[in-house]
């Protein structure tokens, strides 16, 4: 249960930092999800569902399919140069927003927030990191409000279901665990729109606490023991300041200023249940400190729209939480540069489809912290996003 707890928070990071996948639609992938002030699409029922008030009075449906392909990343020190295996992923998202009803607009949306599957087969990283996998999906209903014509507030609920199975061996420990959890959040977001070329937006995701539950095999030495297992975790808060300004040539520069509120990961703490040896709870028990820090994250978007083709691009640049003195095999993180481009294409009134992909270029990192004394690289990520929106 550990491991399931560190792969929750720390293993999506090969995504973005932190645990999270800030892409879950088409736009966000073209636009490096500077799609917050100026999103007029069905994804506003997830970024911000402040702009639903804003569209059009119709209902918007967008189904999307995402590839995600994770290098294999290089762990290299003396005497040792070990990959990751490569992994690839499918990842499917539904939004929703609804027609105005009763002076009001709903959204839904059901996303993969985070998830992956981290996989070693050479030591030393098994010890910790032999297999980390995860799937999780939110489901995020919300309601949007006009206050006058150009302002609008927005209230979600996020429930997040988690999964996730971890396995680590060495030549005197080994463990085999599941877990999952259901927990629950909440969402607001503010849109201001002082002229026609303005939007300036304000969202606010609130913080999650995991309570995973589940069953754990541990043995250790001689001692091996399977007992129930808990552990709550925190999945931060984040808070966007987005501003974006349209030209007479319909082209959208879009900014977002992103900060996430790592700060209160302390570290993790391990409840396990009867049956488990003292020496194997201290081993597999004991707090495992973290400290982890706020971070900032800068995206930049760019929209030109066409008669019937939309083009977009972005760029993205993201930190590690990460302190050097935490990092190991089931987080090989580091500060990002992410750039990425798509387009749509609208076929009639009803529908349209679209194509983007992303590209994020990871920093190499080198790591000295009593634990590790080497380098990772090569921790880079590709996404590609396919969608088909209705109109209706």
């Given at each position: 249960m550990r491991n399931i707890t560190l792969f929750l928070m720390l293993g999506s990071a090969l995504f973005a930092g932190g645990y999270k996948i800030p892409e879950t639609s088409l736009n966000s992938v073209a636009l490096s999800a500077a799609n917050v002030a100026h999103v007029s699409s069905a994804d506003a029922a997830y970024y911000n569902p402040a702009n639903m008030v804003f569209m059009k009075n119709e209902s918007v449906m967008e189904a999307n399919l995402m590839y995600i392909g994770l290098s294999d990343v290089?762990?290299?020190?003396?005497?040792?140069?070990?990959?990751?295996?490569?992994?690839?992923?499918?990842?499917?998202?539904?939004?929703?927003?609804?027609?105005?009803?009763?002076?009001?607009?709903?959204?839904?949306s059901v996303v993969s927030p985070a998830g992956l599957s981290k996989r070693w087969d050479d030591a030393p990283a098994i010890y910790s990191a032999q297999e980390f996998s995860l799937q999780s999906v939110e489901v995020n209903p919300s309601v949007a409000l006009p206050i006058g014509d150009k302002i609008a507030v927005a209230l979600g609920i996020r429930a997040i279901y988690s999964e996730g199975v971890v396995r680590s061996s060495s030549p005197i420990a080994s463990r085999d665990m599941e877990g999952d959890s259901i927990d629950f959040g909440y969402n607001l977001a503010l849109s201001y729109k002082p002229i026609s070329e303005l939007e300036l937006a304000l969202t606010y995701r609130s913080k999650v606490n995991l309570?995973?539950?589940?069953?754990?095999?541990?043995?250790?030495?001689?001692?091996?023991?399977?007992?129930?297992?808990?552990?709550?975790?925190l999945v931060p808060a984040l808070l966007n300041v987005a501003v974006a300004y349209t030209l007479e040539s319909e082209t959208t520069f879009e900014f977002v200023y992103e900060r996430n509120f790592w700060s209160e990961?302390?570290?993790?703490?391990?409840?396990?249940?009867?049956?488990?040896?003292?020496?194997?709870?201290?081993?597999?028990?004991?707090?495992?400190?973290?400290?982890?820090?706020?971070?900032?994250?800068?995206?930049?978007?760019?929209?030109?729209?066409?008669?019937?083709?939309?083009?977009?691009?972005?760029?993205?640049?993201?930190?590690?939480?990460?302190?050097?003195?935490?990092?190991?095999?089931?987080?090989?993180?580091?500060?990002?540069?992410?750039?990425?481009?798509?387009?749509?294409?609208?076929?009639?009134?009803?529908?349209?489809?679209?194509?983007?992909?992303l590209y994020s270029i990871r920093e190499d990192r080198a790591v000295s912290n009593g634990t590790l004394d080497g380098e990772f690289s090569n921790a880079n990520v590709l996404m590609v996003s396919s969608a088909l929106e209705y109109k209706f």
């Open positions: 290089n762990y290299r020190a003396a005497g040792i140069d070990i990959d990751s295996k490569k992994e690839n992923f499918v990842v499917p998202s539904l939004h929703y927003v609804s027609h105005e009803i009763g002076g009001a607009r709903f959204g839904l309570s995973i539950d589940g069953d754990a095999t541990l043995s250790y030495l001689a001692n091996s023991s399977t007992s129930s297992a808990s552990v709550s975790v990961y302390k570290e993790l703490d391990f409840n396990y249940g009867e049956g488990v040896n003292p020496v194997t709870n201290v081993v597999f028990g004991t707090p495992i400190v973290k400290n982890y820090r706020d971070t900032d994250v800068f995206r930049f978007g760019i929209t030109q729209k066409l008669q019937k083709l939309t083009l977009m691009g972005g760029v993205v640049i993201d930190e590690s939480p990460a302190p050097d003195a935490t990092l190991g095999f089931e987080l090989p993180d580091s500060d990002s540069v992410s750039f990425s481009f798509g387009s749509r294409y609208q076929i009639n009134e009803k529908i349209n489809i679209g194509l983007a992909a």
